[in-house]
């Protein structure tokens, strides 16, 4: 099993960067392909990013492609979510989690582990 705690959310205007950090401790950070998913208010959870394993293999969702960049560091026990050029659609919770699925996958579940999530605001 693994414990994630999400940081990094606030309050940026349209335009702006977040960096968001996902820290994992119990089994192996390793053994766990981790991905981001979103939430809005009176909204369905969905899918950011995903990365695998090893970190070689990253996937998007469509709305966040070009601005958005998930990356690992096994070595740490972290997985970040750089986003840039944030829009007011980008509001919402943010949340981390981590599947031990064998391919990328952006399924939510298909994660079984998740964090508590970190808001983040966009102000126009």
């Known amino acids: 099993q693994v414990q994630l705690v999400e940081s990094g959310g606030g309050l940026v205007q349209a335009g702006g960067s977040l960096r968001l950090s996902c820290a994992a401790s119990g089994r192996a950070f390793s053994s766990y392909g981790m991905g981001w998913f979103r939430q809005a208010p009176g909204k369905e959870r969905e899918f950011v990013a995903a990365?695998?394993?090893?970190?070689?293999?990253?996937r998007y969702a469509d709305s966040v492609k070009g601005r958005f960049t998930i990356y690992r560091d096994n070595a740490k026990n972290t997985v970040s979510l750089q986003m840039n050029s944030l829009k007011p659609e980008d509001t919402a919770v943010y949340y981390c989690?981590?599947?031990?699925?064998?391919?990328?996958?952006?399924?939510?579940?298909?994660?079984?582990?998740w964090g508590q999530g970190t808001q983040v605001t966009v102000s126009s």
């Open positions: 989690a981590a599947s031990d699925a064998m391919v990328l996958t952006s399924a939510p579940n298909t994660y079984p582990f």
């Open positions: 990365i695998t394993r090893s970190g070689f293999s990253t």
